[in-house]
């Protein structure tokens, strides 16, 4: 089993510096097992919450030698249509780059989000959980309360 480590992008919170690193896996798993082997890990599946942390996605797909290669992310509608949040928190979407048409819940059995690239750039498009594919995890945030 392949994977990559590369850090990517500081992230300033309230009174708190945390940095994400992003492993991506050149394994391919369905989206139920990919969440469970970055928790395995010790990391989550990755949440996209900003163009900075998209781009810093893009940059770490392309050192790793992934960038046309469709991954999942920790998005999922599973819990109620059309309503999609992340699997890590349950915050809905606060940033999206849906690919053209997307999400469309194709035959009405697609409820995992992933990246693929469109047009050369990353964007997130809805696709049944059983498929499997590569994966992004990122490093647990850090507890700012603390």
């Known amino acids: 089993m392949k994977f990559f480590t590369v850090l990517t992008l500081a992230v300033l919170m309230v009174a708190c510096v945390s940095a994400k690193n992003y492993t991506i896996i050149t394994t391919s798993l369905n989206w139920h097992l990919a969440f469970q082997d970055c928790e395995y890990r010790g990391m989550q599946l990755a949440t996209i919450e900003s163009e900075e942390e998209l781009n810093a996605v893009d940059a770490a797909s392309k050192a790793a030698g992934t960038a046309n290669e469709a991954m999942w992310t ?73």
């Not at 035959?107 to 997130?124: A, I, P, S, W, Y």
């Open 74 to 146: 920790a998005g999922t509608d599973l819990a109620e249509e059309a309503k999609f949040v992340w699997m890590n928190t349950g915050k809905g979407f606060t940033y999206v780059r849906w690919a053209a048409n997307q999400p469309d819940n194709w035959k009405d059995n697609e409820h995992c989000m992933h990246l693929r690239r469109d047009g050369g750039q990353l964007v997130f498009n809805d696709v049944d959980c059983p498929r499997k594919m590569y994966y992004i995890c990122e490093d647990k945030p850090i507890n700012c309360d603390e």
